[in-house]
């Protein structure tokens, strides 16, 4: 396996699963939906609390989402880089004012 700084492995599972069974998925880019309660702290100033109603209506049928809905365990691996290399490549030939 071939490592860098900043890669990650993500695993997800959900609890109390009986049986275990491993996927490889990618990460799902599908947006997903949450809820949040509008509340109001004692001295009176409004804030906003997520609530467990989070979900995906329309995940990617090969993603860590489906593989869970699925009822398996997935490892995602992950790098934190997000610099988009051949912009920068390319911004590196511009001309800039002195």
């Not at 993603?63 to 911004?91: G, K």
Request: aromatic fraction near 12%; include cysteine; charge should be negative.
């Amino acid at each position: 396996m071939v490592s860098v700084a900043g890669d990650r492995l993500l695993v997800k599972f959900q609890l109390g699963k009986k049986t275990v069974e491993g996927s490889i998925a990618a990460s799902n880019v599908r947006p997903f939906v949450e809820r949040f309660d509008r509340r109001v702290d004692p001295r009176g100033r409004v804030y906003f609390w997520t609530t467990p109603e989070f979900s995906c209506p329309d995940p990617h049928p090969d993603s860590d989402v489906s593989a869970l809905a699925e009822r398996y365990i997935t490892v995602t691996p992950l790098q934190f880089d997000l610099t988009q290399h051949v912009l920068l490549a390319e911004m590196s030939g511009w001309e800039w004012p002195r």
